[in-house]
């Protein structure tokens, strides 16, 4: 199905690595209900109040509304070429509590086509993560602190279950949950650092295998995308945020996907 183009990446005047500049003036989200003045507070700051704001915001979704907007994100996804040209596909499995987009038709596709697909699974506090193969989806079950489902670390036969670092696969897609974004491809977690430090690893696998790192693509309720994410120097952009009303494009190689998709 063809997805729906956002506003071109020409018109995005700052590459995200760009954005992270030292005015906090520029992260103040905008559109939300508050007033912060920027100059006195610090990001770590910002970022709670910006994920309180769309936290309120998710609050107010319905179950229907975010059925249907899971429904539109997952056709534009379906329909974005580079997502239709993987082999190797890095996924999140949502989480109903979190409010966040549902992955389940995205992840049933993906296993469909044969494509080979990897899901993260937490391993302490310190913000690392793994990202295991899934074959089936049978073996999926909630595990503690986060109730999130994840796969056990080996196969039904005892074997160790693939994970992306240690096979040094290189991801060609990795669809990214997040509490916020904007279209400048800033993104917001959940204050684990889950991610941010996930993508760097991929980057740097990708840059010692000679590959192109992972397109990094975050799927998001109209909720979450607001005018500004305030952005520490770890945080690592999106190149698109798929919404149900448009594929922002935020990097040029998001703008490249988007193109090829016509
Ligand atoms: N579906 C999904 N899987 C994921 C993540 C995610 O955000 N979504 N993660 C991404 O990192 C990692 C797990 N990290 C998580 C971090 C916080 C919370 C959470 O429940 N946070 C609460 C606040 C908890 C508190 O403040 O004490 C919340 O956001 O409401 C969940 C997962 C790995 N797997
Ligand atoms: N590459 C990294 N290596 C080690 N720690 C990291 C890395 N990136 C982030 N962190 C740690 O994670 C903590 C939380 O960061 P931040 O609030 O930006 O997370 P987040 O983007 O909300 O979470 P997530 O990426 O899991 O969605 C930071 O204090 C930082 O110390």
Same mark, same amino acid.
């Given at each position: 199905?063809?997805?729906? +183009? ?7 005047? !700052? ?7 030292? &005015? ?11 007033? !912060? ?15 309180? =704001?769309?936290?309120? @915001?998710?609050? &107010? ?5 975010? !059925? #249907? ?6 056709? #534009? ?6 997502? /239709?040209? &993987? ?6 499995? #949502? ?13 049933? %596709? ?13 391993? %302490? ?7 295991? =193969? ?9 595990? $503690? $602190? ?10 039904? %036969?005892?074997? $160790? ?11 060609? +897609?990795?669809?990214?949950? @997040? ?24 980057? #740097?696998?990708?840059?010692?295998? @000679? ?5 990094? /693509? ?15 120097? =770890?945080?690592?952009?999106? %190149?698109?945020? /798929? ?10 190689? @998001? ?8």
């Amino acid at each position: 199905m063809q997805a729906a +183009v956002g506003r071109s990446f020409q018109n995005i005047s !700052a590459n995200c690595q760009d954005l992270r500049i030292s &005015s906090l003036a520029k992260f103040v989200p905008i559109n939300c209900g508050f007033v !912060a003045n920027a100059m006195t507070t610090d990001v770590r700051q910002l970022k709670q109040q910006t994920r309180k =704001h769309i936290k309120q @915001g998710l609050q &107010s979704l319905t179950a229907e509304q975010m !059925a #249907h907007e899971s429904a539109r994100i997952t056709a #534009h996804v379906l329909g974005l070429r580079p997502y /239709v040209g &993987s082999k190797m596909i890095g996924i999140y499995l #949502h989480c109903k509590k979190l409010r966040e987009v549902d992955t389940t038709q995205i992840l049933e %596709d993906a296993m469909r086509q044969g494509k080979k697909c990897y899901v993260p699974v937490v391993e %302490d506090s310190k913000s690392n993560m793994k990202f295991l =193969h899934l074959d089936e989806l049978s073996c999926l079950r909630r595990v $503690p $602190p986060f109730n999130i489902q994840e796969p056990p670390d080996t196969y039904v %036969d005892g074997s $160790p279950r693939q994970d992306v670092l240690q096979c040094r696969t290189c991801l060609d +897609v990795l669809l990214v949950p @997040g509490l916020g974004f904007d279209r400048a491809g800033r993104r917001l977690g959940r204050g684990g650092g889950y991610y941010d430090k996930m993508i760097s690893q991929l980057q #740097h696998l990708a840059i010692e295998e @000679g590959r192109q790192p992972p397109l990094i /693509v975050a799927l998001s309720y109209e909720a979450q995308l607001v005018s500004a994410v305030p952005m520490d120097k =770890h945080d690592q952009p999106v %190149d698109l945020v /798929v919404t149900a009303s448009d594929v922002v494009q935020c990097t040029k190689r @998001g703008a490249d996907a988007v193109m090829e998709m016509r």
